[in-house]
């Protein structure tokens, strides 16, 4: 496993954070000296994170060495496992997605053996230069950065340390992360996005969880599982004969009966009065305009709100993002409701909303970064090193 000192840390979260610099402006942003930074370069250089960009004119003789730039010499992969689906993806440490593809999961697979056989297409092509390897999974994940807490999705995954089987159907000592799906996506915007405001993020695909960062810095908990509320409990529900609805947790009235791809797809069946087979009907009936459509996504803020509510008033994010896999039509509606709920609230400070549509791979390629994340020397994933 690769293992690098602060400079070096410091040097690639700079150069990911920024992008191409020169030595001098690694001097002054880092606050090391220009012996270090040259020391620190060169040992990068020579270990193929780094490589010199095109070089500078002087107005001596001869050029200097231009901006540092990350080599292609190594990738990073990430894998995204859904409830149909385990997507892959590499990544070059510049972020540059170099491939991609994708393995059917039919109902009840244990997907871990769907994992290893997309780890195993990645290093039949790629070998070595796959330097960390980050996993997005659905559910509870304990801060270990390994054992899946709880997984309604995949319940016969409950327990188990994940990490621990991958790593051992691995030819090569490298980085293993698992992380939940929403703790992902913000890691996308974070590092590829480059986002630096305080963000409260939602994703609601499948299910409904979020993720917080803070000054930077993405909020995991003592235990990992800060922001998973889609199991929290809807005091009431109205329009029920019974007042309960029966979550696939095995609870009664989660968050996740109200919002989020497989409530909408319930709800939109009751509202139809006839089985609907497929989320994309829900989606396309979203794309129309469909007055019923929009007001069922509408409507589920109103079920979520009281979570938001108490994490925009203790945190006051600048912004707050939603992850949907609904086409971009969905986001007047939510944000029409989710104002509607903060004033009527007595919410002054109201984030900027901002939306990320039909998800585009955003979750594989934040699982990626998980390992640039590690390689930069994140305390979160520093303190795992000798576990990873």
């Not at 871990?112 to 509870?140: D, T």
């Not at 409950?158 to 992360?177: C, M, Q, S, W, Y």
């Not at 971009?328 to 004033?343: A, D, K, M």
Request: charged share 25%; net charge neutral.
């Amino acid at each position: 496993m690769i293992k690098l000192n602060r400079s070096q840390e410091a040097v690639i979260a700079l150069l990911g954070r920024e992008g191409p610099l020169t030595r001098r402006q690694l001097c002054s942003s880092t606050g090391l000296s220009w012996a270090v930074i040259a020391k620190t370069v060169s040992q990068l250089g020579s270990a193929g994170f780094l490589k010199d960009g095109e070089t500078l004119p002087t107005r001596r003789r001869g050029r200097n060495p231009g901006e540092v730039v990350f080599s292609d010499k190594y990738v990073m992969a990430g894998i995204s496992v859904g409830k149909d689906a385990v997507s892959y993806f590499l990544l070059e440490l510049n972020f540059t997605l170099v491939l991609s593809g994708e393995e059917r999961l039919a109902p009840g697979d244990d997907p871990v053996p769907v994992i290893n056989r997309c780890l195993e297409k990645m290093f039949s092509k790629f070998g070595k230069r796959i330097i960390s390897v980050g996993i997005s999974f659905p559910g509870i994940i304990s801060s270990d950065c390994g054992t899946i807490i709880k997984s309604v999705d995949f319940p016969e995954c409950d327990g188990r340390n994940i990490r621990n089987e991958i790593k051992t159907a691995l030819r090569f000592d490298i980085p293993v992360i698992i992380e939940r799906n929403a703790v992902c996506n913000l890691n996308y915007l974070k590092l590829a996005d480059k986002v630096t405001e305080d963000i409260l993020l939602v994703s609601a695909c499948h299910g409904v969880s979020t993720a917080l960062m803070i000054d930077g810095e993405i909020i995991h908990g003592r235990r990992g599982g800060i922001g998973e509320i889609g199991h929290l409990e809807i005091s009431s529900l109205p329009g029920n004969a019974d007042g309960t609805i029966p979550c696939e947790c095995g609870r009664i009235n989660c968050v996740e009966t109200m919002v989020g791809g497989k409530s909408w797809q319930r709800r939109w069946e009751e509202m139809r009065v006839r089985k609907s087979t497929l989320p994309e009907d829900i989606y396309e009936a979203v794309g129309k305009a469909v007055p019923s459509a929009l007001e069922l996504v509408g409507s589920s803020m109103d079920f979520i709100y009281p979570y938001l509510s108490f994490l925009v008033r203790f945190f006051r994010p600048e912004k707050l993002f939603f992850v949907l896999n609904l086409p971009e039509s969905s986001s007047l509606v939510i944000t029409t409701c989710l104002i509607r709920c903060f004033e009527k609230d007595g919410v002054t400070e109201i984030p900027e909303m901002g939306f990320i549509f039909e998800n585009d791979g955003v979750t594989g390629r934040g699982a990626a970064l998980l390992g640039f994340e590690f390689l930069s020397g994140n305390p979160y994933y520093r303190k795992l090193g000798k576990e990873l």
